[in-house]
């Protein structure tokens, strides 16, 4: 698989069938490239759940840089982009159920996009147009950054900005939100 784009997804159960995985794995492969998918193994979640989405499809630090000029450039940006609209179509207003030590609640599934340790968490809670807004802002972000340390992308509704925080700020405030929960 030498110099092919290859897109890492990994899903919880019942979250993509498997006739939207065979087709995904068909559209990009007619793109070029390849869709290796994993379903999670079923678990406890016992830490921030935030570092366990829901869905999420990563690919290597080198996408960005292999396809940064071209046509090759275009057809692969707009291959994940329309995965990324898939997702927004399939659970845009969608509720997940979370189980707590006491309660269970309901909220936005949490589902990551990431090249290299660029991660983005897409909103997906905004309308389309805002969606596919902020999917550009995190394309425009991986192309011009490369961390050197895991870091965490937010889109501001607010602003259209970016928000960033790395790994261990993320998760001081996911703990902090999970004990808020908890309670």
């Not at 379903?39 to 759940?49: E, F, L, V, Y």
């Not at 659970?91 to 936005?108: A, F, L, R, S």
Request: charged share 30%; glycine share 4%.
């Amino acid at each position: 698989m030498d110099n092919q784009i290859i897109i890492d997804l990994v899903y919880n159960r019942d979250s993509l069938s498997d006739e939207e995985i065979t087709v995904l794995e068909q559209e990009l492969a007619d793109k070029g490239i390849v869709l290796l998918s994993r379903q999670r193994s079923q678990m406890t979640c016992a830490s921030c759940d935030f570092f366990v989405p829901f869905i999420e499809f990563v690919t290597s630090p080198d996408f960005i840089v292999g396809i940064t000029s071209g046509i090759v450039a275009s057809i692969a940006w707009d291959s994940i982009k329309a995965f990324a609209v898939f997702l927004h179509h399939k659970y845009h207003d969608k509720k997940i159920k979370k189980i707590y030590p006491n309660k269970t609640v309901e909220e936005v599934p949490n589902i990551q996009m990431g090249f290299g340790d660029a991660r983005f968490v897409l909103p997906m809670e905004v309308e389309q147009e805002k969606y596919e807004y902020a999917v550009d802002k995190f394309f425009e972000y991986a192309s011009s950054h490369t961390p050197d340390k895991t870091t965490y992308v937010w889109y501001n509704e607010k602003d259209g900005s970016l928000i960033t925080k790395s790994e261990e700020q993320t998760l001081k405030d996911g703990y902090k939100k999970q004990i808020e929960k908890s309670i």
